[in-house]
């Protein structure tokens, strides 16, 4: 599904590139989630994770045409997403020293005891990751990027975003046992 969705936005590339703000419109339409996601991990607050979205809308624009491999494009947005969602959690951080809370409310009625622990136990391990790590595991777990796909919005390399999530899983299984 990803991979037609890639081929569909290539064509929107260089309509977009020459101005066509229904392209890019397109390119924006097909890729809001993956990026808002990323943003929202990363900053783990609704309302910087917005603004860190739009502000990633603004650099996808003005850099469209720098796009080298438009089968990338995807990628690339998301890696523009996770730049302006650490710059937002920086200047924030700057600024005001407050906690930024991304825990989503327990469901009404509260917890299932009988699987809401496990599922609080592992929203806490992945609280205690990086933005970066928890960024990566979502590109691979929740948006379904493959180690290539990584490796563009990353800037490592395939094997080393496969050594990378190894080693993550293997602490949040350790953490989780």
């Not at 970066?132 to 290539?148: I, K, N, P, Q, S």
Request: glycine share 6%; with cysteine; charged share 25%.
């Amino acid at each position: 599904m990803a991979r037609a969705a890639d081929e569909r936005l290539v064509g929107y590339i260089e309509s977009a590139v020459a101005g066509d703000e229904f392209a890019f419109a397109g390119i924006v339409a097909a890729l809001h989630e993956h990026v808002y996601s990323i943003c929202m991990i990363v900053c783990r607050d609704r309302l910087l994770a917005e603004e860190s979205a739009q502000s990633t809308w603004s650099q996808v624009w003005r850099k469209l045409d720098s796009v080298r491999r438009p089968d990338r494009l995807r990628p690339w947005g998301v890696s523009i997403a996770f730049n302006e969602a650490k710059q937002a959690l920086r200047r924030t951080r700057r600024h005001s020293r407050a906690t930024v809370s991304g825990m989503a409310p327990d469901p009404p009625g509260g917890v299932d005891p009988a699987t809401g622990i496990a599922g609080m136990d592992l929203r806490l391990a992945l609280q205690d990751l990086s933005p970066e790590d928890r960024a990566l595991l979502t590109m691979r777990y929740v948006l379904g990027f493959d180690a290539t796909e990584l490796s563009t919005a990353t800037g490592l390399t395939p094997s080393g975003v496969r050594s990378r999530l190894e080693r993550l899983l293997a602490r949040l299984r350790q953490e989780l046992t």
